[in-house]
């Protein structure tokens, strides 16, 4: 109970602390066909888990609807994501098994909070450009640095995406890969991260007033403080 009063007020000091954003910055709001995915290996086949469930903070420079990404220095301003650990499909008995490998019930969020990066300068163009970026990943109630290269994009209807590719390993965060069959399946350590998050303008006022009704439902104890993401 303690590890999750603690980790739940993590979450809600990450949700709620961004009302006094800096004036420059606009608020996003996530689009349809955000989504998160990892890969897996195990001694019998291959697995895939996926959620589309997430709350998210993209604060971008207030001339990103509009400038040039190439004439910005500082297009990206702060990111920060939570996502439900039991939003996550896995399929059949591995969900179940993931979950409690994930240990949901006393750390019910994986929490990521962009810390700094760098744009890669050949790839900054008028409506593109990737970045190796610096976060702090939460997964299990261990928080750990990652880096990692993104690629964004603005569409022309205004819809800002950001993709990426990054291997981890769970005995990172101090897992230990599930076991099947009396230990016969065995899980690897390594996943295959992958995910699109994709955007829209949205006032800070209008970004933050409840929690998703499927995030609530994940975490019934979590005090509603964002509006309803889109899936």
Same mark, same amino acid.
């Not at 593109?128 to 993104?150: C, D, H, W, Y």
């Given at each position: 109970?303690i590890?999750r009063?603690?980790?739940?007020?993590?979450?809600?000091?990450?949700?709620?602390?961004?009302?006094?954003? *800096?004036?420059?910055?606009?608020?996003?709001? &996530?689009?349809? /066909?955000?989504? $998160?995915?990892?890969?897996?290996?195990? #001694? =019998? @086949?291959?697995?895939?888990?996926?959620?589309?469930?997430m709350?998210?903070?993209v604060?971008?420079?207030?001339?990103?609807?509009?400038?040039?990404l190439?004439?910005?220095?500082?297009?990206?301003?702060?990111? *920060?994501?939570?996502i439900?650990?039991?939003? &996550?499909?896995? /399929?059949?008995? $591995?969900?179940?098994?993931?979950?409690? #490998? =994930? @240990?949901?019930?006393?750390?019910?969020?994986?929490?990521?909070?962009?810390?700094?990066?760098?744009?890669?300068?050949?790839?900054v163009?008028a409506?593109?450009?990737?970045?190796?970026?610096?976060?702090e990943?939460?997964?299990?109630?261990?928080?750990n640095?990652?880096?990692?290269?993104i690629?964004?994009?603005?569409?022309?209807?205004?819809?800002?995406?950001?993709?990426?590719?990054?291997?981890?390993?769970?005995?990172?965060?101090?897992?230990?890969?599930?076991?099947f069959?009396?230990?016969?399946?065995?899980?690897?350590?390594?996943?295959?991260?992958?995910?699109?998050?994709?955007a829209?303008h949205?006032a800070?006022?209008?970004?933050?007033?409840?929690?998703?009704s499927?995030?609530?439902?994940?975490?019934?104890?979590?005090?509603?403080?964002?509006?309803?993401?889109?899936?």
């Amino acid at each position: 109970m303690i590890k999750r009063t603690v980790l739940t007020a993590a979450a809600i000091a990450l949700l709620g602390t961004t009302l006094s954003a *800096q004036a420059s910055a606009v608020r996003l709001q &996530l689009a349809p /066909g955000s989504q $998160l995915s990892f890969d897996g290996t195990s #001694t =019998l @086949h291959g697995f895939t888990c996926t959620t589309s469930t997430m709350q998210a903070y993209v604060d971008v420079d207030a001339s990103y609807q509009t400038a040039p990404l190439n004439t910005l220095t500082h297009p990206i301003v702060s990111v *920060q994501v939570v996502i439900p650990v039991k939003s &996550l499909k896995c /399929g059949g008995e $591995l969900e179940g098994n993931m979950y409690k #490998t =994930l @240990h949901a019930t006393e750390f019910p969020y994986v929490i990521y909070k962009l810390t700094s990066y760098d744009l890669i300068a050949e790839s900054v163009a008028a409506a593109k450009f990737s970045a190796v970026t610096q976060g702090e990943l939460t997964i299990a109630g261990k928080a750990n640095p990652i880096r990692m290269t993104i690629d964004a994009a603005r569409g022309s209807d205004g819809i800002v995406s950001a993709t990426a590719t990054q291997a981890l390993k769970m005995s990172a965060f101090g897992i230990k890969p599930p076991t099947f069959m009396l230990g016969t399946l065995r899980v690897g350590d390594q996943l295959q991260v992958k995910f699109t998050l994709k955007a829209t303008h949205a006032a800070i006022a209008d970004a933050i007033s409840g929690l998703s009704s499927e995030l609530a439902a994940n975490t019934p104890r979590v005090t509603p403080l964002l509006r309803e993401s889109h899936k």
